[in-house]
């Protein structure tokens, strides 16, 4: 049996701990304890970005951190985006109108990973945008609704 790790943490606003395992992902702790399933299990070796968070506002593949890593950390879920009282993110707005999904799989990690690019870059290019999120991948749409949801989005003033 591995060591126990205590850990707490701020998630979409609320304090959260519990005891882990020391080798528990974060992305296992954050859906299957704290109950936060919006955070999807693709790949669980950095390569799909459906598991992308934000971490002290940062976004980070949670399948290659552990929970024990996110003590005293600040996480913002996709559920913890929206502005709270049943609306939508602007970024989840975009890709809704911009038909930036199919299946919805990777919506998730694709919207967390382009709201930090905005953050980043508030006025990125077609070809900053597809850089900005090579590292999530879709298997339906073909990119091009993903780039005008994030285009969309930062007209309008998007940060995470």
Known sequence: MSASVHVEV?????????????????????????????????????????????????????CTVLAAQADGAELTTIEGLSNGNGGLHPMQAAFWEKHGLQCGFCTPGMIMAAADLLTRNPNPSDEEIRHGLEGNLCRCTGYHNIVEAVKAAAGTGVSA
């Open 10 to 62: 701020t998630v979409n606003g609320e304090k959260r701990e519990g005891d882990v395992e020391a080798r528990l992902l974060l992305v296992h702790w954050l859906r299957d304890e704290l109950g936060l399933t919006g955070t999807h299990v693709g790949c669980d070796t950095t390569n799909c970005g459906a598991c992308t968070v934000h971490m002290n506002g940062e976004a980070v593949k949670s």
